[in-house]
T-cell receptor
Framework: AQRVTQPEKLLSVFKGAPVELKCNYS??????LFWYVQYSRQRLQLLLR??SRESIKGFTADLNKGETSFHLKKPFAQEEDSAMYYC??????????FGKGTMLLVSP | NAGVTQTPKFQVLKTGQSMTLQCAQD?????MYWYRQDPGMGLRLIYY???????DKGEVPNGYNVSRLNKREFSLRLESAAPSQTSVYFC?????????????FGQGTRLTVV
């Protein structure tokens, strides 16, 4: 069965500090992984997908098949990064399996 | 361009009452989904519709029914609401057809069952 694990419910950092939100997955096929973000009072939206290998809002994520991980990183956190972050895996025919989410709080 | 629109935004039900959550998209997407979001549980798939005319159960379908009315609309029905169904419900769409595409979400419906 497909599973996405986000071990941290809450990650609290100071502005300017590096951020790493962890995501591990289990999937028997070739994974298609995403990071979605939900800012306060806004709808869930795509932040990154692994196939595009892009940097959005300073965030990057690298797929490590050996460690079955897709951690989200940003070198210098900003207050506007405070949000709920979900790692998600495409589990076949475009159905997404989500992790339980990590709340990122960036303090001034 | 509205994207994905859910109605209502808020609802309070008494145990045993029924209601239908509506979702409409104007993105010409094939696939539509209903998720529920609970604290500490993330988003869990209730039902999905890979294309017009088809529906399938997700991870937590019990207590729900769905109807894919046409390509644009996908409704979620609670026949006899229970307090355990208190949650935030999200509708989502994507291009589907097995491709790796971005999912677009509605703004959510916050449902409380008392």
């Amino acid at each position: 069965a497909q599973r996405v694990t986000q071990p941290e419910k809450l990650l609290s950092v100071f502005k300017g500090a590096p951020v790493e939100l962890k995501c591990n997955y289990s999937y028997s096929g070739s994974p298609e992984l995403f990071w979605y973000v939900q800012y306060s009072r806004q709808r869930l939206q795509l932040l990154l997908r692994h196939i595009s290998r892009e940097s959005i809002k300073g965030f990057t994520a690298d797929l490590n098949k050996g460690e079955t991980s897709f951690h989200l990183k940003k070198p210098f956190a900003q207050e506007e990064d405070s949000a709920m972050y979900y790692c998600a895996l495409n589990s076949g025919y475009s159905t997404l399996t989500f992790g339980k989410g990590t709340m990122l709080l960036v303090s001034p | 361009n509205a994207g994905v629109t859910q109605t209502p935004k808020f609802q309070v039900l008494k145990t045993g009452q029924s209601m239908t959550l509506q979702c409409a998209q104007d993105m010409n997407h094939n696939s539509m989904y209903w998720y529920r979001q609970d604290p500490g549980m993330g988003l869990r798939l209730i039902y999905y519709s890979a294309s017009e005319g088809t529906t399938d159960k997700g991870e937590v379908p019990n207590g729900y029914n769905v109807s894919r009315l046409n390509k644009r609309e996908f409704s979620l029905r609670l026949e006899s609401a229970a307090p355990s169904q208190t949650s935030v419900y999200f509708c989502a769409t994507d291009e589907g057809q097995g491709g790796v595409t971005e999912a677009f979400f509605g703004q959510g419906t916050r449902l409380t069952v008392v």
